[in-house]
């Protein structure tokens, strides 16, 4: 026995020969494994955090490259578009032409319009914004065609100010919304010209 009181003499007899080997074997395991699990996982999981991140700026980057180099071209588009109505033509022509425009519109979406009301023409960066405030009452899937038909439109429209509310005693057989909304084209110029 030795002094400390411990049976075996103070010493720790480890298996030898194949028992010992599949000890040691199992112990490096253990090890490899924390060590996997406390440092190996978690770089994984980060280099592939990155790698993703790094796929996704790349395709940002191409896309907005795309954009960047569409940009001349829609620039032109735009103009010409604004460009497209005739010099004699007045604001109140324009605005006139636009709601009728309109109406075409509504009626091939499956609706119609309520009311259009001119709004007074905006001058911004050499281009004049003649506007109409529309009113209308239709179910979404009409009020989306025309929304839609409105936006592809040539020369360009813009929609601003766009306001949906739900009908206060919606019909069941036809749930409709009210829409308000401002339609606008370009023109070139800062004034409107002279009538013929």
Same mark, same amino acid.
């Given at each position: 026995?030795?002094?400390?009181?411990?049976?075996?003499?103070?010493?720790?007899?480890?298996?030898?020969?194949?028992?010992?080997?599949?000890?040691?074997?199992?112990?490096?395991?253990?090890?490899?494994?924390?060590?996997?699990?406390?440092?190996?996982?978690?770089?994984?999981?980060?280099?592939?955090?990155?790698?993703?991140?790094?796929?996704?700026?790349?395709?940002?980057?191409?896309?907005? &490259?795309?954009?960047?180099?569409?940009?001349?071209?829609?620039?032109?588009?735009?103009?010409?578009?604004?460009?497209?109505?005739?010099?004699?033509?007045?604001?109140?022509?324009?605005?006139?032409?636009?709601?009728?425009?309109?109406?075409?519109?509504?009626?091939?979406?499956? &609706?119609?319009?309520?009311?259009?009301? &001119?709004?007074?023409?905006?001058?911004?960066?050499?281009?004049?914004?003649?506007?109409?405030?529309?009113?209308? =009452?239709?179910?979404?899937?009409?009020?989306?065609?025309?929304?839609?038909?409105?936006?592809?439109? &040539? +020369?360009?429209?813009?929609?601003?100010?766009?306001?949906?509310?739900?009908?206060?005693?919606?019909? +069941?057989?036809?749930?409709?919304?009210?829409? =308000?909304?401002?339609?606008?084209?370009?023109r070139a110029g800062t004034a409107s010209a002279a009538p013929p």
């Amino acid at each position: 026995m030795s002094p400390n009181g411990d049976p075996t003499g103070g010493s720790v007899r480890l298996p030898s020969g194949r028992a010992g080997q599949m000890l040691a074997l199992g112990v490096l395991g253990v090890a490899l494994l924390a060590l996997w699990l406390g440092a190996g996982a978690p770089l994984q999981d980060w280099y592939a955090d990155r790698a993703e991140r790094l796929d996704q700026q790349r395709l940002l980057v191409a896309h907005m &490259t795309e954009v960047a180099a569409a940009l001349p071209e829609l620039t032109g588009q735009a103009g010409a578009g604004a460009l497209a109505v005739r010099i004699d033509e007045t604001d109140a022509l324009i605005a006139a032409g636009l709601q009728q425009r309109l109406m075409h519109l509504a009626a091939e979406a499956g &609706t119609e319009i309520a009311s259009a009301e &001119t709004l007074p023409p905006e001058q911004t960066a050499g281009l004049k914004r003649i506007r109409l405030r529309v009113a209308m =009452r239709a179910p979404l899937p009409q009020l989306l065609k025309l929304l839609r038909a409105i936006e592809t439109d &040539t +020369p360009p429209l813009l929609i601003d100010d766009l306001d949906l509310r739900a009908d206060a005693a919606p019909d +069941p057989d036809s749930p409709a919304l009210e829409a =308000r909304f401002s339609v606008i084209t370009l023109r070139a110029g800062t004034a409107s010209a002279a009538p013929p």
